[in-house]
T-cell receptor
């Protein structure tokens, strides 16, 4: 079964509102999680590294004030898309590394965001 | 992280072995080779990973050449459900940061 879970799997929001996506490691602790986005027919693009107890680090070109990341516990990271616009509509995916399983990196099921 | 090169697409007959190649000629000594696959509208599924020794699990086998510059993912008996995009990624140890390329689209045909 899944070891990394995301919620919600699908969400529709209005332009200008904010939406939060959760990423949970189910049976292991993760000091670091990663957030990706994927547009149709494209590969995954790394957005940011979520660090438990400290600030997230963002990849070049990703706006930190628009994509707020909070990693409040060793099993939960959240991504908040603020002031969402239609161009933010995408598939958002998180990952986490399980150091107890040979450093295997698992991905969540993904969250589809549609901004209308 | 070292870049990888994969064929854009491959076909495989159902029930036959699918052999997916990956070139990573600039890999460093502490970098692992990871394989994932993604079926449409789902998050990537972990398949297997290794450093220098060949690896096998319930899903697949990973064959890494002795010089570590290339590897092959083997799905021993492909089924229609194995149709997906397969990603080969090289990862520096303890970073967790996977950089995805375009992958190989494997089409398993009846």
């Amino acid at each position: 079964g899944a070891v990394v879970s995301q919620h919600p799997s699908r969400v529709i929001c209005k332009s200008g509102t904010s939406v939060k996506i959760e990423c949970r490691s189910l049976d292991f602790q993760a000091t670091t999680m990663f957030w990706y986005r994927q547009f149709p027919k494209q590969s995954l693009m790394l957005m940011a590294t979520s660090n438990e107890g400290s600030k997230a680090t963002y990849e070049q070109g990703v706006e930190k004030d628009k994509f707020l990341i909070n990693h409040a516990s060793l099993t939960l990271s959240t991504l908040t898309v603020t002031s969402a616009h239609p161009e933010d509509s995408s598939f958002y995916i998180c990952s986490a590394e399980d150091r107890g399983r040979r450093n295997t990196i698992y991905f969540g099921e993904g969250s589809w965001l549609t901004v209308v | 992280d070292a870049k990888t090169t994969q064929p854009t697409s491959m076909d495989c007959a159902e029930g036959r072995a699918a052999n997916l190649p990956c070139n990573h000629s600039t890999i460093s000594g502490n970098e692992y080779v990871y394989w994932y696959r993604q079926i449409h509208s789902q998050g990537p599924q972990y398949i297997i990973h290794g450093l220098k020794n060949n690896e096998t699990n319930e899903m697949a086998s990973l064959i890494i050449t002795e010089d570590r510059k290339s590897s092959t993912l083997i799905l021993p008996h492909a089924t229609l459900r194995d149709t997906a995009v397969y990603y080969c990624i090289v990862l520096a140890s303890n970073t967790g940061k996977l950089i995805f390329g375009q992958g190989t689209t494997l089409q398993v045909k009846p």
